[in-house]
């Protein structure tokens, strides 16, 4: 059973950093993407950030290039998400998500496991 724990989140002002933690647990297969989308009240799920379990070159949306980074511990079987100088409209519920395969890495079509989702709250 696969299993996708988030946690780090909570609130910061805004410039603040805040890092995401996703562990990854009962994936079978050897190789995989991760992902971290985000949802606010009234706006479609956005894939923020994927990663691909042995691979390089990290898929960022263009409203996080130069801010977040997606990072992961393979040993760990973790993925994280550091988030520097955070913004109000980085305000929302943010989800870990896993899949194996070919597809859009940042679409949620893609992805088939998902974790709980973890707020992450940015005031001005």
């Known amino acids: 059973q696969v299993q996708l724990v988030e946690s780090g989140g909570g609130s910061v002002q805004a410039g603040g950093s805040l890092r995401l933690s996703c562990k990854v647990s009962g994936y079978e297969y050897r190789s995989y993407y991760v992902a971290w989308f985000r949802q606010s009240p009234g706006k479609e799920r956005e894939g923020v950030a994927a990663?691909?379990?042995?691979?390089?070159?990290?898929r960022y949306a263009d409203s996080v290039k130069g801010r977040f980074t997606i990072s992961q511990d393979n040993a760990k079987k973790s993925v994280y998400l550091q988030m520097n100088s955070l913004k109000p409209e980085d305000t929302a519920v943010y989800y870990c998500?896993?899949?194996?395969?070919?597809?859009?890495?940042?679409?949620?079509?893609?992805?088939?496991?998902w974790g709980q989702g973890t707020q992450v709250t940015v005031s001005s």
């Open positions: 990663t691909y379990r042995y691979g390089a070159n990290p």
């Open positions: 998500a896993a899949a194996d395969g070919v597809g859009d890495v940042l679409s949620q079509n893609f992805y088939t496991y």
